[in-house]
């Protein structure tokens, strides 16, 4: 009578791996593409890896500097075929740039920056994974640090806004809700750990106070602190399980069986 090992090693034997592990994507700006420096404390990408270990590749495309609109030129040049690889999670994060205020280079309109991030969820290269997208929004920005980041780079005039930021948050978890895609609504994470209150006025506005928790998440006004990005982490893996659950590391089996199951 076979044993569960004998089972395992008939299988072994049988299986062909001529395409590498399945993909977890992460897409987006310099939040994104800072997401692995470890040297800073917590390393979001690195932990996604750590808890995904054996089960996907975290593949980190993040694109200091770019908006949807790059986003979209961008696209099809790094994105495998299916006959390369299969994206089977991808993370689609961008609005921090495209919310730079009129006049800024960077600057998206609303309008278009909607446009453009339901075209990515929809683009040809994305959907022939038919993987499962989480978006996430624009988290907070805090004008006070970013007064001095500004002016360290020589910005005479304010680049983006605490509440030209929520807009475009806003509009992101309305993308999210008309192609029913799981949001991670990092936006409103780091508002209410900052103690922010519906109908308060914004936390990172000039208008009120300094907010301390906001800058302990923040290194310069828009950029992600270790504690930032602990509380991506823990939102995102949230949406994960309680959204798509199937796609949860507890969920999904080791690509190859565990040393003591595998042949000799």
Same mark, same amino acid.
């Given at each position: 009578?076979? @044993?569960?090992?004998?089972?395992?090693?008939?299988?072994?034997?049988?299986?062909?791996?001529?395409?590498?592990?399945?993909?977890?994507?992460?897409?987006?700006?310099?939040?994104?593409?800072?997401?692995?420096?470890?040297?800073?404390?917590?390393?979001?990408?690195?932990?996604?890896?750590?808890?995904?270990?054996?089960?996907?590749?975290?593949?980190?495309?993040? $694109?200091?500097?770019?908006?949807?609109?790059?986003?979209?030129?961008?696209?099809?040049?790094?994105?495998?075929?299916?006959?390369?690889?299969?994206?089977?999670?991808?993370?689609?994060?961008?609005?921090?740039?495209?919310?730079?205020?009129?006049?800024?280079?960077?600057?998206?309109?609303?309008?278009?920056?909607?446009?453009?991030?339901?075209?990515?969820?929809?683009?040809?290269?994305? @959907?022939? /994974?038919?993987?499962? %997208?989480?978006?996430?929004?624009?988290?907070?920005?805090?004008?006070?640090?970013?007064?001095?980041?500004?002016?360290?780079?020589?910005? @005479?005039?304010?680049?983006?806004?605490?509440?030209?930021?929520?807009?475009?948050?806003?509009?992101?978890?309305? %993308?999210?809700?008309?192609?029913?895609?799981?949001?991670?609504?990092?936006?409103?994470?780091?508002?209410?750990?900052?103690?922010?209150?519906?109908?308060?006025?914004?936390?990172?506005?000039?208008?009120?106070?300094?907010?301390?928790?906001?800058?302990?998440?923040?290194?310069?006004?828009? /950029? $992600?602190?270790?504690?930032?990005? =602990?509380?991506?982490?823990?939102?995102?893996?949230?949406? %994960?399980?309680?959204?798509?659950?199937?796609?949860?590391?507890? =969920?999904?089996?080791?690509?190859?069986?565990?040393?003591?199951?595998?042949?000799?």
């Amino acid at each position: 009578m076979s @044993t569960d090992v004998d089972a395992l090693s008939n299988s072994w034997t049988t299986m062909t791996y001529d395409k590498p592990y399945d993909q977890f994507l992460l897409f987006g700006d310099s939040i994104t593409e800072q997401a692995d420096c470890q040297d800073r404390g917590f390393a979001f990408a690195a932990a996604l890896q750590d808890v995904y270990i054996r089960r996907l590749d975290v593949i980190n495309r993040g $694109f200091s500097g770019y908006t949807t609109r790059n986003a979209l030129k961008v696209l099809p040049r790094f994105m495998p075929s299916p006959l390369q690889a299969t994206v089977r999670l991808m993370m689609i994060f961008f609005g921090a740039n495209d919310a730079c205020l009129p006049g800024q280079s960077q600057h998206v309109p609303l309008d278009a920056y909607c446009k453009c991030l339901k075209l990515l969820c929809l683009h040809p290269s994305v @959907t022939s /994974h038919n993987p499962s %997208i989480i978006l996430v929004t624009p988290a907070p920005v805090d004008e006070y640090q970013m007064m001095v980041s500004d002016a360290l780079k020589g910005y @005479t005039t304010p680049q983006r806004t605490a509440a030209n930021t929520k807009m475009y948050a806003d509009a992101c978890r309305g %993308i999210g809700e008309e192609l029913n895609l799981p949001v991670v609504d990092l936006w409103a994470a780091f508002m209410s750990k900052a103690g922010w209150k519906e109908g308060e006025p914004l936390i990172g506005s000039m208008d009120v106070a300094r907010n301390e928790v906001l800058q302990n998440l923040l290194r310069d006004g828009l /950029h $992600f602190n270790p504690e930032g990005y =602990r509380l991506m982490y823990d939102e995102v893996m949230k949406v %994960i399980r309680e959204r798509i659950p199937d796609q949860s590391p507890e =969920r999904l089996p080791f690509v190859y069986p565990p040393w003591r199951l595998a042949p000799a």
